[in-house]
Nanobody, 120 residues
Framework: QVQLVESGGGLVQPGGSLRLSCAAS????????MGWYRQAPGKQRELVAG???????NYADSVKGRFTISRDNAKNTVYLQMNSLKPEDTAVYYC??????????????WGQGTQVTVSS
């Protein structure tokens, strides 16, 4: 089976920074796209940033210029560097990965979520 384990969330003051990590483990053949989503209370889950297996990235307009997504394919890990954080960035952040397993249809997997709170 596959597990995505996130880390790095927490409480930070406005203007501060956090770095989220998400490591995939299991009998993984390879990983296609990876990404970060977030869900604030009372709101729908939204895409924050995505990165392809080749390194192409895309970002939500609300985080462009402040967040950077990256990945380490050797470690099956995706990162989200978040700078200049704002209170409206407060949400539970979820890692997502499209993973290929041998003998199993390719599908998306989700992490358990990590809370990010931006408050003074």
């Amino acid at each position: 089976q596959v597990q995505l384990v996130e880390s790095g969330g927490g409480l930070v003051q406005p203007g501060g920074s956090l770095r989220l990590s998400c490591a995939a483990s299991g009998t993984i053949f390879s990983i296609n796209g990876m990404g970060w989503y977030r869900q604030a209370p009372g709101k729908q889950r939204e895409l924050v940033a995505g990165i392809s297996s080749g390194g192409s990235t895309n970002y939500a307009d609300s985080v462009k210029g402040r967040f950077t997504i990256s990945r380490d394919n050797a470690k099956n890990t995706v990162y989200l560097q978040m700078n200049s954080l704002k209170p409206e960035d407060t949400a539970v952040y979820y890692c997502n990965a499209n993973i290929i397993l041998i003998g199993v249809p390719t599908r998306d997997y989700w992490g358990q979520g990590t809370q990010v709170t931006v408050s003074s």
